[in-house]
């Protein structure tokens, strides 16, 4: 019988081997689903693992989709270690994406040409911009009427997704889009410029590592990031030290919802080139476990986002390929977490082989 | 005669520590037990091994020399071994006797169940209405309840773990009494405490542990304080020299500061006035829970609800100012809960420096790592503090050591006024000696030091003068010369002219000294 005991200290090594065994034990659920579903497990995983890297292209893809999922990822970890529970991550990706699409779309229906290296900062600003409106409603409402966070970054996803709905059904419909609900593709001024002509992937990546490097030195290296942690490790320490936990509030949630809106400009006028219903795909909610499966470190939000977006993809995949279906991709996605989590028991605990006690009654 | 209990081998490892190695502990019927011991001698795993909260790893347990197996605390109630534990488990929101009845097989109604807590009760001495909510109760009242709890499963063994730690003085003669009744039913009671003073005057034998081993057993009426510390730690802490202080200026005064709970169960203050002099140690006394919390609050800073004028540091109001501006003015603080609100438990020593201390913090805010681990390694070096380094998480210490670290990193930073909440609370006697001489170290260099503490013990100790907290008022001060344990533990009820026992009547009180009660009229009926 297996027992777990608690460990006199974490274990260093744990940590780091969590998410490796979290992944083992995913493939090997994959192989047994494949194999259950009648597939080759091999060529089933290398759906997964291998095909998205497999030539420039897949490698492109896996960092075209890795580009929105880093920066959505950064600022929920910086979230989470403070004890703010942002799960609205989609909602500020897509009023991101609303706000940088909707500056591409005037360039674009006012015939105005400009640099596409001036417009690139400017889907930046207003992405960040959008992104932080929206959660600085959730920031306001926890502050002034202490609503629950969780519940109200969630439910605000929902009004921004109807919020862009009515904008492309409404208003900004392309008025030659035989009336699909879509605006018109944005002029090639205002597109993100690619760092590999004929690949997608585009200069956000780098804007993505940048702002890992930067909330890595935010997070470890300054006053500040130390007196948001410490809000969400131990709050009484926090009111001890006088650190303001309102502060810490506006501060997970502003830079969060600033990162997950410049993500969502980049989507919206990167690989989309138009706004329509489906700017996203979840990655929003994907980021969340891209968070944890990177321990909520910068560099491990780096490494999550790339394993993911292969997820992603090899879900696409195997069902273009395999005839399966795409939420493949949500299965060992939610694996994966659950797994982790499992794992992370390990970290406090160490397992031990236990006989089972000989004696059974009471009285021996 | 057979012994009520005889443990005898028992043995329990944790990771690094092995916590009872190779204990036997024997029992007679109607014996009143002592467990003697600093904390973290293993006297806790030990009452958990019998009440079968904990496994041991060797060793076995005879009850009236039948050899049993506990493996769970109710296997421990079906052989009638009753604990008390330290930290009460009842529920605030309901009546007394709803508190014990849930803990009761559900052959009993309600009220055959408050039938039996006064009869009970009264049998014992102690004063309790099954119908009051939990939540009115002072501390000893919810003792009361967790003890009439106890009884009501006859129990042939009762254990209680430092069940005087939040009692007044006079409150503890009156368990005593109650313990004695029960002894002298026949019941065997383990009494586990690290207060010499009481074991000598109640039990009539005593096992003394050191390091989870048993140093020896005594019988405690015929032994020293210093006989039964010398086995408790193997030598004796150096006696403490305690010179007269040279009191100077005023530092910190409250001046009737009156504040409405913030909690449904806080303490409201009441018309609270104190003044602290540099170099001088005021010391409050008090039972826990009766407004140190909130007052500590106000002094620091984390409650600033204060009116003007309530709060003066150094001279200046600081009614407004919150804990970090009032630790750049001088004013610092070591609260009581030191995991978790002292200290960060998962940081390391150095990054918890950064909680009250900014001499590594550059400018733009940018911290500088290998400065704030080098004062970090001097403060362990200075203050004695055995920890693997700078490094090592606050959590991998021992709490006195970690006691120290947070003492010493306040310490450091040469505080005018120093306000710290029970010093010496669960720390081994090594440290507690060396945390106080540093304390009236302080106080010799013109600190003004404010202590709130339990301990008699320590508050006579180090205070110059002493105040008493009770039900939010504070007494006025006494100067510890005029002070006796007598005149304190009364004024610990708020007995003192014009203190709340005084003006209210009615209200929930700590410990009045009263006789056995009388069944009230709603559970006669």
């Not at chain 1, 674009?108 to 959660?135: C, E, H, K, S, Y």
């Not at chain 2, 210093?226 to 001046?255: D, K, N, T, W």
């Not at chain 2, 990054?351 to 704030?372: D, F, P, S």
Request: charged residues 20%.
């Amino acid at each position: 019988m297996i027992a777990f005991e608690p460990r006199a200290e974490p274990s260093r090594a744990m940590a780091w081997l969590s998410p490796l065994i979290a992944l083992a034990i995913t493939v090997a659920v994959a192989a047994l689903l494949f194999a259950l579903l009648g597939r080759d497990p091999v060529r089933g995983l290398s759906m997964f693992l291998w095909q998205p890297l497999n030539g420039a292209r897949a490698v492109s893809e896996v960092l075209l989709k890795s580009t929105p999922l880093v920066l959505c990822a950064l600022g929920l970890a910086l979230c989470f270690r403070a004890n703010v529970w942002n799960i609205g991550a989609e909602g500020q990706f897509l009023l991101g994406a609303i706000a940088g699409g909707g500056l591409a779309l005037w360039f674009t229906a006012n015939q105005i040409a400009i640099d596409r290296w001036a417009f690139f900062p400017l889907a930046i600003v207003a992405g960040a911009l959008g992104g932080m409106a929206w959660a600085a409603i959730v920031a306001l409402l926890r502050d002034r009427f202490s609503a629950n966070e969780i519940l109200v970054s969630l439910m605000l996803v929902y009004v921004a997704n109807l919020l862009l709905s009515w904008l492309v059904f409404g208003p900004w419909k392309d008025p030659k889009g035989f009336n699909f609900p879509q605006t018109m593709s944005f002029s090639a001024d205002t597109q993100m410029p690619r760092i590999v002509q004929g690949l997608r992937v585009h200069w956000g990546l780098a804007v993505a590592l940048l702002a890992a490097v930067a909330v890595w030195a935010f997070m470890f290296r300054t006053f500040r990031g130390y007196q948001l942690q410490v809000g969400g490790l131990a709050p009484a320490a926090a009111r001890y030290a006088g650190f303001s936990s309102r502060r810490a509030l506006w501060t997970a949630l502003l830079a969060s919802g600033g990162l997950a809106g410049v993500a969502g400009a980049f989507e919206a006028t990167g690989p989309m080139g138009q706004l329509t219903p489906h700017v996203s795909t979840g990655y929003g909610f994907t980021a969340i476990i891209v968070a944890f499966v990177g321990r909520l470190h910068p560099l491990g939000c780096v490494f999550g986002s790339v394993l993911l977006s292969m997820f992603l993809i090899g879900g696409e995949l195997s069902q273009s390929r395999l005839g399966l279906p795409s939420a493949l991709t949500g299965v060992f996605q939610g694996v994966l977490l659950f797994s982790l989590l499992a794992c992370d028991t390990l970290i406090q605990h160490r397992p031990v082989w236990r006989r089972r006690p000989a004696a059974r009654g009471a009285v021996a | 005669m057979t012994d009520r209990l005889a443990l005898s081998g028992i043995t329990k490892r944790y990771p690094g520590v092995v916590a009872n190695d190779d204990v036997s502990l024997n029992v007679a019927p109607g014996e009143i037990h002592a467990v003697l011991g600093e904390n973290g001698a293993g006297k806790s795993t030990l009452m958990k091994v019998i009440y079968g909260a904990v496994r041991p790893d060797a060793g076995e347990i005879r009850v009236d020399g039948a050899r049993v197996e506990v493996r769970t605390p109710l296997e421990a109630r079906r052989l009638r071994i009753s604990m008390v534990f330290q930290h009460f488990s009842l529920f605030e929101t309901v009546t007394v006797a709803e508190n014990v009845w849930l803990g009761l097989d559900r052959s009993l109604s309600l009220a055959q169940v408050r039938e039996r807590i006064t009869a009970t009760a009264g049998e014992y001495g102690l004063e309790l209405d099954p119908l009051r909510p939990v939540h009115t109760l002072s501390v000893g009242e919810r003792q009361r309840v967790e003890i009439v709890r106890a009884l009501l499963a006859e129990p042939r063994l009762l254990i209680l773990d430092e069940p005087t730690s939040v009692l007044t003085p006079q409150a503890v003669e009156r368990l005593f009494e109650t313990l004695r009744r029960l002894a002298a039913t026949g019941c065997s009671v383990l009494y586990i405490s690290h207060k010499l003073d009481e074991i000598r005057t109640l039990c009539t034998r005593c096992t003394v542990m050191r390091g989870g081993r048993v140093t020896g057993v005594v019988d405690p009426r015929t032994e020293s304080n210093a006989s039964l510390s010398r086995l408790m730690i193997g030598a004796e802490p150096p006696p403490l020299v305690h010179r007269a202080a040279r009191s100077g200026e005023v530092a910190l005064a409250v001046r009737g500061l009156t504040l409405g709970r913030q909690g449904p169960f806080g303490v409201d203050l009441d018309d609270v006035s104190l003044e602290v002099r540099a170099g001088e140690v005021l010391g409050v006394a008090g039972v826990s829970g009766n407004g140190q919390q909130e007052l500590l609050a106000v002094l620091c800073g984390e409650d600033l609800r204060a009116p003007p004028g309530a709060v003066v540091l150094l001279g200046r109001d600081a009614h407004r100012v919150g804990p970090r501006r009032r630790r750049e003015r001088g004013l610092h603080f070591v609260p009581e809960e030191r995991l978790g609100r002292g200290a960060v438990p998962t940081l390391s020593l150095a990054h918890n420096l950064l909680l009250t201390r900014r001499e590594a913090v550059g400018r733009g805010g940018w911290i500088a790592t290998r400065r704030l681990a080098a004062q970090a390694q001097a403060l362990i070096a200075r203050f004695g503090v055995k920890a693997r380094g700078a490094l090592a998480p606050a959590r991998s210490l021992s709490g006195g050591n970690l006691q120290k670290y947070i003492m010493g990193r306040e310490i450091d930073a040469e505080p005018k006024v120093l306000v710290v909440a029970q010093p010496t609370w669960g720390v081994d006697v090594g440290a507690a000696a060396q945390i106080r001489a540093a304390l009236l170290a302080l106080r010799d260099a013109g600190c003004a030091v404010l202590m709130v503490s339990e301990e008699l013990d320590e508050l006579f100790e180090l205070s110059d003068r002493l105040v008493v907290i009770a039900r939010g008022r504070v007494s006025p001060p006494i100067a510890r010369a005029d002070a006796t344990v007598e005149r304190i533990g009364e004024w610990m009820s708020g007995l003192w002219p014009g203190g709340p026992a005084g003006v209210a009547a009615g209200a929930p009180q700590a410990s009045r000294v009263a006789p056995a009660p009388a069944p009230s009229p709603e559970t006669a009926a």
